[in-house]
Structure formats: structure tokens, C-alpha cells
């Protein structure tokens, strides 16, 4: 009994140690400004001049926002664009190599630049377009979201208890 708790603080320790001299080696290479071996996505700017919300923020909370937006449009039948899909799609459109936007199916789209590092299936567009309707000009929403925001706020508190 005593050998097979020696062996697993032998272990842990042993990771510990591990998992800390990566962590140091990583934060040495990230201030030295040498290039880390570890991918990380690095999506295209929008075309728009900020986005609607903190990019840390949208970074965390799209979704949420998205299922938000959802709710209010399907079941309230409040249509707004603070945080439509549709306008994500236009401002964060990329274009390929005939100058139209990928759809979904190109690793090149948007969304696909971080869903597939995280490993995220992305269902939205099964049914939503996956780039802008060509002929039509972008609608970016208007930046006076206070309101939008307070919203969200009471969705994301109600989400989270």
C-alpha cells in the first residue's frame, strides 16, 4: 500500500513540476517575443469601425449573445441588429480567392478560425446563411446599446444562476 502512494506523490509531483517549468518556458518565450509552438487561432478583423461589444467580451459571450438574440426574435418577435447573426456575418465576411465571401465549408470563414481550434461544432448554419446576401449592403447596428446591453446583462444573469 505504501509503494503504490509513494509511486502516485512520485507521479504528482512529477507533473507538477512538468506542467510548471511549461508554463514558465511559455511565459518566457511570450516576453522574449519568440514565436510559441503552440497554435492559436487568429481570426480576421471586422469590416466595421468596433465591434458591438469588448473583444474579450464577445469572445466569451457570442454565444450567449447569439441565443439571446434568438430568443428575443423567435419568441418575443423583437428584431433587432445590436446582435443579429446577420450582421456578424456581413462585418466579419472573408472573402477568398474569386474576392466573395467563403461559407462555412471553407476553413478560411470567420467562425471556423476559432470553432475548429476549440473543437465546436457550429450549427448555425444549417439553417442561416454562412456569408452576406450578395447585393445587399451590410447593415452594421447603430452603437447606442445601452439599452441592448441592460438586456443582455438580465439574460446572462438568468442563464447563470
Not at 115 to 121: G, S, T
Request: net charge positive; proline share 6%.
Amino acid at each position: 500500500m505504501w509503494a503504490r502512494l509513494s509511486h502516485f506523490l512520485v507521479l504528482a509531483v512529477f507533473l507538477a513540476l512538468a506542467s510548471f517549468s511549461l508554463s514558465a518556458a511559455v511565459a518566457v518565450a511570450a516576453e522574449s517575443g519568440q514565436a510559441s509552438r503552440v497554435f492559436v487561432p487568429t481570426p480576421p478583423k471586422g469590416k466595421g469601425d468596433k465591434c458591438v461589444a469588448d473583444t474579450g467580451f464577445m469572445r466569451r459571450n457570442h454565444m450567449t449573445m447569439l441565443d439571446h438574440q434568438r430568443d428575443d426574435t423567435v419568441h418575443e418577435g423583437i428584431r433587432t441588429k445590436q446582435f443579429s447573426l446577420k450582421a456578424c456575418i456581413a462585418c466579419h465576411a472573408v472573402d477568398g480567392p474569386d474576392a466573395r465571401p467563403v461559407t462555412i465549408k471553407s476553413p478560411k470563414h470567420f467562425c471556423r478560425s476559432c470553432h475548429d481550434y476549440a473543437a465546436v461544432k457550429i450549427d448555425c448554419f444549417e439553417c442561416h446563411a454562412s456569408r452576406p446576401v450578395p447585393g445587399k449592403a451590410a447593415q452594421f447596428p447603430a452603437s447606442n446599446g445601452k439599452k441592448a446591453l441592460s438586456a443582455l446583462a438580465g439574460y446572462l444573469k438568468g442563464v447563470r444562476q
